[in-house]
């Protein structure tokens, strides 16, 4: 089968005569299907654009600040994407959430120190309104997609709406949180309503040092708990929300972290396993499962030993060590870091995006990197459950694949299968380290990038680059349309490192000397091509 995809020759053998000379891929003359050569890596990129593979081709979908409802405006670092069909027979109209997951103030509020002191409410305001998500409704006119204005689904979550916490007792003596923040990749449920999580909340309300009770602030501060005294505990969760009605909800029983995702598997009877990284160096990777169908309020909240291939109870009634450190089972799932740690949870270098993989049910954890243990490139674990059952409490887990140079990638983030089984992944190099002479390790990889990994054919197994971000840019949410034509993709902080406004490192997506804006893209081709 040498050069010919197991599945490519499968669709050739399945066409007709005169379906195989219509098609533009395929010479006459010898009739080898030359489109298993379409798929070509590009060599890593410094410039500031957006570039794709042959074959691929993109369009700006929503870019930041952008109306799409007469009150309604795009927000700002757009990262998880999901797609819901409104009717499923139909793949080309339904809903588009994106989360947004912070700010820069130079862009957004126009705050240019470091003194955030001196930040007005009108700037934490504006600063308020662009973060949490966006909901689009998007249909497919003419092969492209397009953003319906004004349709009656649009809507904005932020950080200031009112969200009620699922959960039996009040968070710091309140039912609900003021908005949702941070919020940077996510999951949908089996009912299709989206998972939103709070990533590095701390920027924005700091963290409590349970010692003295005081805020500890974050190193990148935002300072919002200045002119809005809202408790850091609010923050950090999984939040639910519903793309037809915008009603939210936050799950306090998933824990409370830097959660990166939430990725959902419906066991047969019904019951619900969700899987979540805390993107930090040195923490965990977490489940959930719940002990009634569709429950995301009833359940077990477990944390992975990874050496020993087990997944530890967090449930206050069964581990005498919670009982002696916290309050009760609210006070465990608030600090749950320090609760994963006494039970013996493994660190990990920074547990990113979670996918399975729909051909062996493999969990698939990127790590990014953890520059503590000296890893600077990353790798992906695989996590296979014993017996392949998701609510199984052993595991093995093993590397995937690591970065370096003999795949070619460097600090996997975001993972997303296609509908035919190829894993797309997304590098996440922080701006702050790459194309620089002092950080060698990453100078071979200059910007971030898009890759696949083919399931078969000949590059089976190996990631291929087949997108390169603008400068300083990270692609965020890749998210596949039902037919798998289209690669809904977020092009998040786009010349975040600028030296100031006035040297922008990016003036992406609109060129000349716009200010950069970081937007989501429709990339078509996507299914052509592997
Ligand atoms: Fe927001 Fe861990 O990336
Ligand atoms: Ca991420
Ligand atoms: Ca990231």
Redesign the pocket.
């Known amino acids: 089968m040498n050069n010919i995809s197991r599945r490519s020759f499968l669709e050739f053998l399945g066409v007709s005569s005169t379906a195989i000379f219509a098609n533009p891929y395929i010479s006459a003359k010898n009739l080898t299907p030359l489109f298993i050569s379409k798929l070509k890596a590009i060599p890593p990129s410094e410039l500031d654009e957006l570039a794709l593979t042959d074959g691929l081709s993109y369009e700006v979908l929503i870019k930041w600040k952008e109306s799409f409802s007469k009150k309604t405006k795009f927000g700002f670092n757009n ?1 998880y994407i999901a797609f819901v069909p409104l009717d499923k027979k139909n793949p080309n109209d339904g809903l588009l959430w994106v989360n947004h ?1 912070y700010v820069d103030p130079r862009f957004v509020s126009q705050f240019m120190g470091d003194d955030v002191s001196l930040k007005t409410k009108k700037q934490v305001e504006k600063e308020m309104y662009n973060v949490g998500g966006s909901i689009l409704r998007v249909n497919k006119v003419d092969g492209k997609w397009q953003v319906v204005k004004n349709d009656p689904f649009n809507r904005r979550i932020t950080g200031k709406t009112e969200i009620p916490f699922n959960w039996s007792e009040p968070i710091m003596g309140k039912k609900s949180a003021m908005g949702t923040l941070a919020n ?2 996510g999951g949908i449920t089996p009912w299709g309503t989206i998972l939103t999580c709070e ?2 909340y701390d920027m924005f309300y700091g963290e409590r040092n349970y010692k003295t009770g005081e805020r500890i602030l974050s190193s990148y501060d935002m300072g919002w708990y200045l002119q809005y005294d809202n408790p850091p505990e609010h923050y950090g969760w999984v939040v639910e929300v519903d793309p037809k009605t915008g009603k939210a909800q936050k799950h306090v029983a998933l824990g409370r972290c830097a959660h ?1 995702c939430a990725t959902i598997k419906e066991l047969e009877d019904g019951r619900l396993v969700v899987y979540s990284g805390d ?1 930090s160096v040195n923490q965990f990777l977490y489940k959930f499962i719940s002990s009634k169908p569709g429950s995301l309020s009833e359940g077990t909240l477990y944390v992975a030993n990874t050496m020993m291939g087990k997944w530890i109870s967090l449930n206050y009634d069964e581990q005498p060590v919670l009982q002696k450190l916290f309050k009760d089972q609210t006070d465990v799932l608030i600090r749950l870091r320090k609760a994963a740690k006494y039970l013996g949870a493994t660190p990990l270098d920074r547990p ?1 995006d979670i996918e399975i993989n729909p051909a062996n049910g493999d969990v698939l954890v990127a790590l ?1 990197n953890n520059s503590t243990v000296g890893n600077y490139l990353g790798s992906i674990m695989k996590v296979a459950e014993k017996d392949g059952q998701h609510d199984a409490l052993e595991f093995k887990a093993e590397n995937f694949l690591a970065g370096g140079e003999e795949t070619n990638f460097a600090c996997p ?1 975001n993972l997303a299968f296609d509908p035919k089984g190829n894993l797309w992944i997304t590098s ?1 190099i922080s701006g702050s380290q790459m194309n620089r002479e002092d950080k060698p390790f990453y100078l071979p990889y200059k910007n971030n990038s898009l890759f696949v990994v083919p399931k078969d054919g000949e590059h089976a197994g190996k990631p291929i680059r087949v997108a390169n971000a603008p400068t300083h840019a990270e692609f965020t949410g890749p998210f596949f349309s039902p037919d798998g034509k289209t690669l809904f993709l977020s092009v998040q902080h786009p010349g975040e490192y600028s030296y100031s406004m006035n040297e922008l490192s990016s003036h992406w997506p609109d060129g000349g000397t716009k200010i950069p804006k970081p937007a989501v893209v429709a990339i078509y081709g996507v299914d052509e091509i592997v």
């Open positions: 990262d997951e940077c990749s990533e590095n990166e993107d990113e990014t983030d996440d």
